[in-house]
Every structure is written in C-alpha cells, then in structure tokens.
C-alpha cells in the first residue's frame, strides 16, 4: 500500500498500527505517513488515542499489530533508546525533565553519547542560547516556569539533531510570547531539515504551521489532508463539536 | 589543588589518619570502626544503585551473604589464604549481581524493592537448607587468621574503595545518566540512553564491595551462618545510613554511617534493652524529618554548594 504523504519522501510510514490496553482499542489500526521536511500534526479529542500513537512510535509502547517504519527500517520493536538514536527526538504531554538536575545536565545526558565532544560546550550554549535558557543553565529543571521547562524539553529532544521530532501539545498550558516562541523555534529546525510531527489543541497555531494534518478519533484516522480540507472536513467538525 | 581534587584529598588524609589508629587504640575502638567501615562498604555500594539510579534495593545484604559464604568455603574447603578468598567473594558476588540483575531490573520501584527483598530471604533459606555446601544452620566455623588491625585495614581500604566508587560515578557522564534514571527512565531512554545497561552496570557495581566487605566479615568473625550474614537487619541498617546521609550524593552515605554508628552505640550503651526500638524510631524521624538526609539539609541551608560530586 503506498501511503499519500502529501509532499516530499516519507521519512515516517505507519500501517495498521493497533495497540489494545484491556478491552480499549486505544490505537486501532492508523495508518500514516509524513514527509520528509514537513511540519505534520496529529489531532483528535481527548482520549483519542493521539499520545499512545507517540508512545508506539518512540518505542514506550509495543503496539499489537501494526508496522511502523523510520527511514525504511522497521522500528516497532526497538526499545525506547535505539529509535532516539536512529533520529527520533521526542517530547511528552505533560514535561518530563530530569527535575533533580540542571538546565545544562538535562541537555548533556542527552548529549553525552555524541561522538564529536569536542564542540559539546559551545553547542550547548548556542542551543540554550537559542532557546532563551543559557541563563538559566544551573538552575534546577524543576525551578523553571512551565513555560521554560516546555522549552527545555524541546531543547533535549533536538540536542542529537534528530531528523524527526515529535511534540506532544507543545502549546499547551504556555502563554501567547512563549507560544510563538515555539512556533519560531519550529520553524526554524524546519528550515535546517528538521521534520516534526505534532500533537496539539491550538487549532489556529497548527493550522497556520502545519502541510499536513491527521485526525484520530477513538483511535482511528479519520481524516488526513492539509488544512484547508481538515478545517471543512464533516467528520472532523462531528468529531470535535458532535452532530 | 583543583576543587575536583579536594574530595580525593580528604578522603586520602582521612584513610591515613585511619590507618595510623591501630597503633593508638584499644581492640574496642578498632572493632567498633571496622563495623563502621564495613557499613561505609554497604551504604556506599547501595547508593550507587539505589541513591543514582533511584532502584531501591531491599535485598542488597544478598551480596554480603554471597561473599561471606565463597569467602568461608573458599578458606575451609579449598584451603585458599583469606584476602584471595575476599577477593573472589566480591567476584562470585559481581557475577551473580549480573545474573540477578537481568530478571529483577525488569522491574521498577516497589515491585524491585520487593522482588530484591525476597531474593535476599531466598538465598538465606538456600544456605539454611543446603547442608551440604554451607553446613546449614549449624555454620562454617573459619581457623582465625590475624589479629583485629589486619581486619580493620582490610575494611578500611573496602570502604575507602566505595567512595572512591561514588565518587567517580558522581562526577562521571555514567552518573549523570543514573541521575536521569532516577528522574524518569522513560524519558532517559527516550533521549538515547541505554537504561538497561546503565541499571546493570551500577547493580554490579554496587554488589561487589558488599561481596568483599562480606568475604573480609566472615574471616575477621570466624564462624557464619545464614541467619546473620542474610540477615534483614544489615540491608535495613545500610538503606536507613544512606538515607539518612543522603542518598544520590557522595558523602551522604559515609556521614550517615558515622552519624548511626555512634547514635547506636550510644542506644546500646545506655538502653540496652530498647535500643532497637530506638534506632527505628530514630529512622521513622530521619524519613519523616529529613527525607532528603543530611546533606540536602545542608545544602538547602546554603552551608554546603549543591554539587554532584559531593
């Protein structure tokens, strides 16, 4: 089955992906794909199944039947660690940073299997420069406002250069400045050659920022297009406000 | 001298003016340190484990017990002098850690506190019940070797070694990536690390010093069983030392150890009938007061830097 990406090659291609918690089909049976170089999101309600398909993917999870593929090669059984170092940098729903230590550890133990060292210091600065957080280097993750800890954890996961990232409601509980904090920094890795793959609620944000667009309802895609044809999909409007 | 340097310092001044008190004290005072070195060998190698990674283990006196049993059978049955005997007691020890450690690291939190706790009594009832290796509950009774300052330097260096050990992990990438365990291990194996490797490596590390501080016990004791070198009491006194110090950090442990071991002394001078009670009620305070021990009292007072390798 050759899956439509919209544009580009697909760096990420998913089939039949299922993964069932007790009787609940969470994630049942999704199949999609998403382009090299884009800026792809994942919508739905909540209680969709949008963040255990992320799970599936960075490998938290082990799906029940399914295939997904990162740059041609099988991942579904990798653990967690293998597809982070294949390319996949991952944030999560709710920020889970390493509390206990600094701004600057959280980016090193991320860091700390790179092969070229030599340039470690300055790319770190450069990074928590970038992102706004140099300054706040040695403080504990923990001490930082929500905002920032949001930040942080986008830093962790672009820190080994990943070719995709996948954001979970990246926006979510941030104000209007560090929203479009956000979006710039996506923009920005985008325009290095990043892809990202994102779950989030900010309808305006991710239609203004996303090619291509997924919906999931009770763990199922129900729609896939680029904005515009989201935006008047009958499915997608039954889904998010009912009939 | 650069700070990193300074830690090392005191720690090789303090061992020498410990190696020095042989000479200055009676066989009281060099007993009551010897313990007290052996629990710095216990606290400390927990904590590579329990404190850096954030895996609580109930069972860590099972490596103790390993390394006094090879150690004695070693001495009694194959006639090997007692430091080579130690040593293999760490060993058998790290290899066994290895083979435990790829069941029950499958497990996190309560369930491997559990899991450990339980492999620790197995193995106590493995030694009760196999007579013909260990004699059961009647004992391996080992021929004396050297007086009390051999032991006591014999511990002095096995503790010495573990914070040592600490101290290299503290300040090391393979700490920092403990500490990210400890913090959330499905967001440290989502940045690339190997967290099953990571919790294996500090599980051996953390079970060969026990091993040979165990080995060094059995000789300087001359007779064990399986009740008291399985003995729930020692996993329970090592944990309470490392809390209390400050488990995670690298001198919590060894200022926990001293801290206890004087306190309960104490107890069993003046109280001699209630002082278990009072040790545990003292721990109950210690968890409730101080849950991030000594240390993080300190450093949250701004008397001492929060530091990793400290």
């Not at chain 2, 004992?139 to 511990?155: E, L, N, T, W």
């Not at chain 2, 090592?238 to 919590?252: D, S, Y």
Request: glycine share 10%; charged share 15%; proline share 3%.
């Amino acid at each position: 089955m050759k899956l439509e990406t919209g544009n580009g090659e697909a760096v990420l291609v998913i089939e039949g992906l299922t993964k069932v918690f007790g009787g609940i089909r969470a994630v049942d049976g999704c199949s999609l794909s998403v382009a090299s170089g884009s800026i792809t999101a994942l919508l739905g309600p909540n209680g969709s199944g949008k963040s255990t398909f992320f799970n599936l993917v960075t490998g938290i999870d082990r799906p029940n039947a399914g295939s997904i593929q990162f740059l041609g090669r099988k991942i579904a059984h990798l653990k967690p660690y293998q597809i982070a170092r294949l390319g996949i940098g991952r944030t999560f729903q709710l920020t889970r940073l390493f509390g206990r230590m600094t701004v600057l550890e959280n980016l090193r133990v991320s860091d700390i299997d790179q092969e070229a060292r030599s340039d470690g210091q300055d790319r770190l600065r450069d990074l928590l420069d970038l992102f706004n957080l140099w300054e706040h280097r040695d403080r504990y993750a923990s001490t930082l406002s929500y905002g920032q800890q949001k930040l942080l954890e986008f830093a962790r996961a672009v820190i080994r250069q990943p070719r995709l990232v996948m954001l979970d409601e990246p926006f979510a509980g941030i104000n209007r400045v560090m929203a479009q904090k956000m979006v710039e920094l996506i923009q920005h890795f985008q325009s290095i050659g990043t892809t990202f793959f994102l779950i989030d609620h900010e309808m305006k944000l991710v239609m203004q920022l996303c090619n291509r667009v997924h919906v999931m309802d009770f763990g199922q895609i129900i729609a896939s297009g680029d904005p515009d044809q989201i935006r008047s999909d009958p499915r997608v409007i039954e889904a998010y406000f009912g009939r | 001298m650069t700070r990193p340097m300074l830690p090392i310092a005191v720690v090789s001044a303090a061992t020498v003016a410990f190696a020095a008190l042989p000479a200055l004290v009676n066989n009281y005072y060099l007993s009551f340190l010897l313990v007290m070195f052996m629990y710095v060998s216990l606290a400390g190698s927990w904590n590579i484990l329990s404190g850096f990674a954030g895996y609580p283990s109930f069972g860590h006196v099972a490596f103790f017990g390993i390394g006094s049993y090879t150690a004695a059978l070693l001495i009694t049955r194959a006639d090997i002098g007692w430091p080579i005997a130690v040593v293999m007691g760490g060993l058998v020890a790290g290899v066994a850690a290895t083979l435990i450690g790829t069941v029950v690291l499958r497990l996190r939190s309560v369930f491997f506190a559990i899991a450990t706790l339980g492999l620790a009594e197995s193995l106590r009832v493995l030694a009760q019940s196999w007579d013909g290796l260990t004699k059961g509950g009647m004992g391996i009774s080992i021929p004396p070797a050297g007086d009390v300052s051999v032991f006591y330097y014999a511990m002095l260096v096995t503790a010495a070694l573990a914070m040592l050990l600490n101290y290299l992990v503290g300040r090391s990438d393979f700490g920092l990536r403990l500490l990210a365990i400890r913090d959330d291990e499905d967001a440290a194996s989502s940045t690339g690390i190997n967290t099953t490797q990571c919790k294996t490596a500090a599980f051996v590390l953390s079970s060969i010093l026990p091993g040979v501080a165990g080995g060094i016990y059995a000789q300087y004791i001359s007779y064990i069983e399986p009740a008291a070198v399985f003995s729930v009491l020692i996993t329970i006194q090592m944990v309470a030392m490392a809390l209390l110090g400050g488990a995670g950090t690298v001198f919590g442990p060894v200022i926990g150890v001293v801290v206890l071991s004087v306190i309960g002394e104490i107890f069993w001078a003046k109280f001699p009938f209630i002082q278990r009670g009072l040790y545990g009620a003292l721990i109950m305070l210690v968890v409730f007061l101080m849950p991030g021990g000594i240390m993080d009292l300190l450093q949250s007072r701004g008397v001492l830097r929060r530091r990793r390798t400290i």
